[in-house]
């Protein structure tokens, strides 16, 4: 059934079941990170409105669009009661009546690593099946949508529908897809599974449910309701989880430590650091990553002013124009700020931040 209800309290326990990812439904049951909503490190539960197509919302939820500002996104939007056993959500909140155009997308989902999935051997004859759930909630009723296709070409794309019969309401849902047998599908560090929910979607882009077609990218079944499409209309989810099997089992339960590491993989703050001052204008500073990132060179940038200390005043402050990777591994990252003035050569300097003026590491897919 493309849609149904998910028995939570039921986990097999036999490794021959069926129900067990993987083989084991502890490790690595659920292949979505960050499912249960619970890390925002970019944003600490402010709300955001996505200008630029692939934008990160809530820790490794990307937002793609086709035309900026429809949608705002925020941890916990709404402020309504998760349901059972979680406490946060993802709210989408429709920002005007948006008539959506033949071409027009507006999904909000994951990016999967190749690492993650490689054990699914999609593409190949072994293609194993999988079970996408979530609770979902919004002011509007019908036939909701979505899409899983593979990240490098596109394709193949799988649309799937589902329902949410009462308003304001959290429903339970499940889709149950046969692993596709041909396609490319990378299994290492790149991008290979990708899974969006649809906010919207045009008629070009849109296609028959729940069936693979292996040449073109369709984003959500056709007629599926349009949440950007009614201004102030909500989409909420939480307790997303994909797993291996024909169906559903309780949503896996990470520790937040684990939840966060897996998080910093893709995206990690730094707020404190040392540095040397290496000229009267430039500090060089050493940062040791919270957790081995995905690339050795990620992307790099900064929120808000940085400042530094010597230890006995503030002064100098950072601005946000000035600040450059010079080189990295996995685990450490070589940054050079300049635009300084009247630094002492040789002189320790701190960085003294907090989360909302800090060091961004971005390894997003």
């Given at each position: ?25 502890s ?140 308003a ?18 990378n ?36 007629g ?27 949503f ?18 730094s ?14 500073a ?25 230890g ?19 685990n ?34």
């Open positions: 059934m493309p849609y149904g209800t998910v028995n939570a309290d039921v986990i097999g326990t036999s490794v021959a079941g069926s129900n067990l990812g993987a083989g084991n439904a490790i690595m049951k659920n292949r979505i990170i960050n499912g249960g909503c619970v890390i925002d490190q970019r944003n600490s539960g402010a709300s955001v409105t996505p200008t630029t197509d692939g934008s990160y919302t809530l820790d490794r939820w990307i937002a793609r669009l086709s035309q900026s500002s429809k949608f705002s996104v925020q941890q916990n939007a709404g402020s309504v009661t998760p349901p059972a056993g979680y406490t946060n959500y993802l709210g989408v909140t429709s920002l005007s009546a948006y008539s959506v155009n033949s071409t027009d997308y507006f999904q909000i989902g994951q990016y999967l690593e190749g690492f993650n999935v490689a054990d699914l051997n999609w593409g190949t004859s072994n293609a194993k099946t999988v079970t996408l759930s979530a609770w979902v909630y919004s002011s509007l009723t019908g036939t909701f949508g979505g899409t899983i296709f593979g990240y490098q070409n596109g394709y193949p794309s799988y649309p799937f529908s589902y329902s949410i019969p009462v304001n309401t959290w429903t339970q849902i499940s889709i149950t897809i046969t692993g596709p047998t041909s396609g490319t599908w299994t290492n560090n790149n991008g290979s599974v990708v899974v969006l929910f649809s906010l919207g979607v045009g008629s070009s882009v849109s296609g028959t449910a729940n069936t693979w077609n292996y040449s073109t990218l369709y984003r959500s079944p056709t599926a309701t349009s949440v950007v499409g009614t201004n102030g209309a909500t989409f909420y989810i939480t307790g997303v989880q994909l797993e291996v099997g024909s169906s559903a089992t309780g896996e339960y990470r520790q937040y430590g684990t939840e966060l590491a897996l998080c910093q993989r893709y995206y990690q703050l707020a404190y650091a040392t540095g040397i001052g290496a000229s009267t204008t430039i500090i060089q050493f940062f040791s990553y919270a957790t081995q990132m995905r690339v050795i060179s990620p992307t790099v940038t900064q929120t808000g002013v940085l400042t530094f200390t010597d006995y005043s503030i002064n100098p402050v950072q601005s946000s124009a000035s600040l450059g990777l010079n080189s990295s591994t996995y450490l990252a070589y940054i050079q700020l300049s635009n300084f003035s009247s630094l002492v050569q040789g002189k320790v300097y701190g960085i003294n931040s907090s989360t909302n003026n800090a060091i961004a590491f971005s390894a997003e897919l």
